[in-house]
C-alpha cells in the first residue's frame, strides 16, 4: 500500500530533551516535506527537500532540522525542544520535484512539549 | 508573503444543500491551485485540483477566476460525510505549496 507513515503518532516530552520524529514513504517521491498544523495558523511549512541531500527552509524553520541522506526517508530533528513547539505535525511527499503535484501526507505525530 | 484567504466558517448546512466556498489568493504568479479536505485533526487529502477552465468531480465543482484571485468550491446535494474543513491550496512559485487555514463545513441531519 502506497503511503507516508510517521513516527511516534503521540509524543510529550520536557523542554531540551532532543527528539526525533521520522517520516517515510514507499511511493519513491522525489519531494518531501514537514507541516506544523497550530489552531488559528492553518499548515505552515517548516522544512523540505527536493531531492536526495537537498533541503531547504519553510516559512517556520527555527528551532527544526531535517535530513534527507535516502529518498524514502526525511526525518525532523528538534534539537532543544520548547514549549511553543506544542503542535501537530504532517509530513508530506510529492512525486516530481515541484510541489504542484498532490501531495500525500502522513497520518499525523501530535507533539507535547512541557 | 504570500497569503491565502478563506472564510474560517463553519457553515452550517442541511443535507441536501448546495454550499460554495471562495478562496483568495495574494501570488498572480501561482500555476497550481488545490482543495483539500481535512477530518478534524486527521492528515489534509487532496480532493480536486482547480484547472483554468474549472472542473467537477462527481458533486464538487472548482472554478478558477484568475483575474480577480480567487478559486471556488461548490458542493451540491450535501451529504453528512462531507462535514469536514476544507483547504485552500496555492502553489507560492517557490517549490512550495502555501495552505489557507480552512473552511469548516457542517452538515445537518
Known amino acids: 500500500e502506497a503511503q507516508v507513515t510517521q513516527n511516534p503518532r503521540y509524543l510529550i516530552t520536557v523542554t531540551g530533551k532532543k527528539l526525533t520524529v521520522t517520516c517515510s514513504q514507499n511511493?519513491?517521491?522525489?519531494?518531501m516535506s514537514w507541516y506544523r498544523q497550530d489552531p488559528g495558523l492553518g499548515l505552515r511549512q517548516i522544512y523540505y527537500?527536493?531531492?536526495?541531500?537537498?533541503?531547504d527552509k519553510g516559512d517556520v524553520p527555527e528551532g527544526y532540522k531535517v535530513s534527507r541522506k535516502e529518498k524514502r526517508n526525511f526525518p525532523l530533528i528538534l534539537e532543544s525542544p520548547s514549549p511553543n513547539q506544542t503542535s501537530l505535525y504532517f509530513c508530506?511527499?510529492?512525486?516530481?520535484?515541484?510541489?504542484?503535484?498532490?501531495?500525500?501526507f502522513g497520518p499525523g505525530t501530535r507533539l507535547t512539549v512541557l | 508573503r504570500k497569503e491565502v484567504e478563506q472564510d474560517p466558517g463553519p457553515f452550517n448546512v442541511p443535507e441536501g444543500a448546495t454550499v460554495a466556498f471562495n478562496c483568495t489568493y495574494s501570488?498572480?504568479?501561482?500555476?497550481?491551485f488545490f482543495w483539500y479536505r481535512q477530518d478534524c485533526r486527521k492528515e489534509p487529502k487532496l480532493l480536486m485540483s482547480?484547472?483554468?477552465s474549472g472542473n467537477e468531480d462527481g458533486r464538487f465543482t472548482a472554478q478558477l477566476n484568475r483575474a480577480s484571485q480567487y478559486i471556488s468550491l461548490l458542493i451540491r446535494d450535501s451529504k453528512l460525510s462531507d462535514s469536514a474543513t476544507y483547504l485552500c491550496?496555492?502553489?507560492?512559485?517557490?517549490?512550495?505549496?502555501?495552505f489557507g487555514k480552512g473552511t469548516m463545513l457542517l452538515v445537518s441531519p
Open positions: 508530506a511527499s510529492s512525486y516530481v520535484i515541484t510541489s504542484t503535484d498532490t501531495q500525500y
Open positions: 511511493m519513491n517521491h522525489e519531494y
Open positions: 527537500s527536493m531531492n536526495v541531500e537537498v533541503t
Open positions: 501570488n498572480s504568479a501561482s500555476q497550481s
Open positions: 482547480v484547472y483554468s
Open positions: 491550496v496555492v502553489d507560492s512559485g517557490y517549490s512550495t505549496l502555501t
